[in-house]
């Protein structure tokens, strides 16, 4: 059974930082892309940054650029989002995404609140 988790979401003050953790199976990890999404209340989940198999490739939401990094290492199958200056509309719920097949596997999400 694969599985993909996240960790590292919580209450932060505007301006503060966070690093998301996804922990995914290897058989849909290592020569697959990843992505991180969101979703917040009342509205749809969406793309907040994708990197290749390999690393050395990576995309960005237009809101999170400058902001945001997401790297991975694939030697502890693991994808990570660091995320400085953070605002309150970066509050939602994170979803971690594998590639691996058209319709992707996802994880439960964690939340990540910015609020003073």
């Known amino acids: 059974q694969v599985q993909v988790v996240e960790s590292g979401g919580g209450l932060v003050q505007p301006g503060g930082s966070l690093r998301l953790s996804c922990a995914a199976s290897?058989?849909?990890?290592?020569?697959?892309?990843m992505g991180w999404y969101r979703q917040a209340p009342g509205k749809q989940r969406d793309v907040v940054a994708t990197?290749?198999?390999?690393?050395?490739?990576?995309s960005y939401a237009d809101a999170v650029k400058g902001r945001f990094t997401i790297s991975r290492d694939n030697a502890k199958n693991t994808v990570y989002l660091q995320m400085n200056n953070l605002k309150p509309e970066d509050t939602a719920v994170y979803y971690c995404?594998?590639?691996?097949?058209?319709?992707?596997?996802w994880g439960q999400g964690t939340q990540v609140t910015v609020s003073s």
């Open positions: 995404k594998s590639f691996a097949t058209y319709s992707g596997y």
């Open positions: 290897r058989s849909i990890f290592s020569l697959h892309a």
């Open positions: 990197i290749s198999s390999s690393g050395g490739s990576t």
